[in-house]
Nanobody, 114 residues
């Protein structure tokens, strides 16, 4: 059974940083691309960043230069380092993997307030 468990969300001030983690189980982690999505209040879920099994990355324009996605295949974990946060980054952040079907974590809340 595929399971994704996010952690690391919380409150941050504008300009601050947070690091999200997503621990995966039930899959051969190093065979799959991983993604981070977010859903802000009243908004649709959107792709924030993705990383292929070989480590190639892709970012939404809104987070380029501020967020970094990485993975540690020895820990079956994908990370999202978020710097220079602003209130528009406030959202629930979800980890995602496609293994035949889409699998999602439970989400972790990130709130950026001054």
């Amino acid at each position: 059974q595929v399971q994704l468990v996010e952690s690391g969300g919380g409150l941050a001030q504008p300009g601050g940083s947070l690091r999200l983690s997503c621990a995966a189980s039930g899959i051969i982690f190093n065979l799959y691309a991983m993604g981070w999505y977010r859903q802000g209040p009243g908004k649709q879920r959107e792709l924030v960043a993705s990383i292929t099994k070989s480590g190639n990355t892709n970012y939404a324009d809104s987070v380029k230069g501020r967020f970094t996605i990485s993975r540690d295949n020895t820990k079956n974990t994908v990370y999202l380092q978020m710097n220079s946060l602003n209130p528009e980054d406030t959202a629930v952040y979800y980890c995602n993997v496609i293994v035949g079907a889409n699998y999602w974590g439970q989400g972790t809340q990130v709130t950026v307030v001054s």
